[in-house]
């Protein structure tokens, strides 16, 4: 399979979805839209954005050195201006890329400026889908592969009051809830704020950054937290934020017969509410949900839900859903 077909990367994995779709009562929401009464769940059409996860030509940030000699490399055969100063390595050439029309290049045997069509030939190869990284989001197949064996193994420990979670399955829980807290819009978000608030302190010759660069620079930053962590480092944000789950308690709630639980674009929530425990929540079933609390940490314990504090938890849903949720 080429890794060009990876260009639909969603942020809530189909896998985790599925249930939803397979109930058949379950229908995609827009809050947004009011009275809107919505379409059958389809995990395929949805909670996904085009090469969200890609990196390439216009991520120079997030590259590594061997990557950005990869793809700019061969600008060494050139030689490239901009604003009167020369370009002279490859970090330079992939930072400056975004000014690409500001270039001049000339040939380095004639000094010469090269013609319209070789200009259109070298853009065209930087930005070729080979040059495509799928560093991030071929990482996350490594834990969506792995959840519906974990989701089964959850409702068999709760249907079996002998078995047990063991403590491996316990630990991938724990990572497959952080890293889809820390996947999403939600997540992205929150860098953009404080990558803005720092990037408003930087002076610029005109004293105003334009928001294009802003959103760049903040897309940027979010996807080197995501990479960071997916290349194993151990001090990464979201790793150090699953270290902290080793703290709490975890709790597997059932709903009540007939009553279901939604989910959203969003599916991770804290919750502090004093009509609801102060908490993580991770609905991974339309009847079974995932809690995690200030509490024994040996411990886990399973409980059932009230009919009404599933009304409370779908409000919930519903409210820090970022646009869409999967209701009735």
């Known amino acids: 399979m080429s890794k060009l077909e990876f260009t639909n990367q969603h942020y809530v994995p189909k896998t985790y979805t599925n249930p939803w779709k397979l109930d058949g009562s379950f229908k995609i929401i827009d809050k947004e839209k009011e009275n809107h009464s919505g379409e059958p769940w389809n995990p395929r059409s949805r909670f996904y954005f085009e090469e969200y996860y890609t990196l390439g030509y216009d991520t120079p940030f997030c590259l590594k050195d061997d990557e950005i000699t990869h793809i700019f490399g061969f600008l060494d055969n050139y030689i490239i201006e901009m ?34 069509d070789e200009r259109t030939e070298i853009e065209s190869r930087i930005k070729s889908g080979n040059n495509r990284i799928l560093d991030i989001e071929f990482g996350w197949h490594i834990y969506e592969n792995s959840w519906h064996g974990l989701r089964n193994e959850i409702i068999e420990v709760l249907g079996n009051p002998e078995a047990r979670l063991s403590a ?52 940027q930053q979010f996807l080197n937290l995501l990479r960071k962590f997916i290349d194993g ?20 709630y059932k709903t009540p017969t007939n009553v279901k639980l939604y989910t959203s674009d969003n599916p991770v929530l804290i919750i502090q509410d004093e009509d609801i425990y102060n908490g993580l929540y991770f609905p991974i079933l339309p009847e079974l949900l ?22 409370k938890l779908n409000n919930k849903i519903i409210e820090k859903a970022i646009q869409y949720y999967l209701g009735k």
């Not at 930072?95 to 045997?109: G, L, V």
């Open 83 to 116: 604003d009167g100063n020369k370009l002279t390595d490859h970090k330079h050439y992939a930072s400056s890329f975004k000014y690409f029309n500001d270039w001049i290049i000339k040939d380095t045997k004639t000094q010469n400026p090269i013609c319209k």
């Open 290 to 311: 995932i809690g995690l609390f200030k509490g024994d940490s040996t411990k886990y314990h399973k409980e059932t839900l009230t009919e009404s504090m599933v009304k």
């Open 233 to 252: 480092d151990i001090n990464s944000v979201i790793q150090k934020e699953i270290d902290m789950y080793d703290n709490l308690t975890l709790v597997i």
């Open 168 to 219: 491996e399955t316990y630990l991938k829980l724990k990572r497959f809830i952080g890293t889809q807290k820390w996947r999403g819009e939600d997540a992205h978000r929150q860098v953009k704020e404080i990558t803005d608030s720092i990037m408003r302190l930087i002076e610029y010759p005109n004293d105003k950054i334009k928001q294009d660069e802003m959103k760049d620079m903040a897309k």
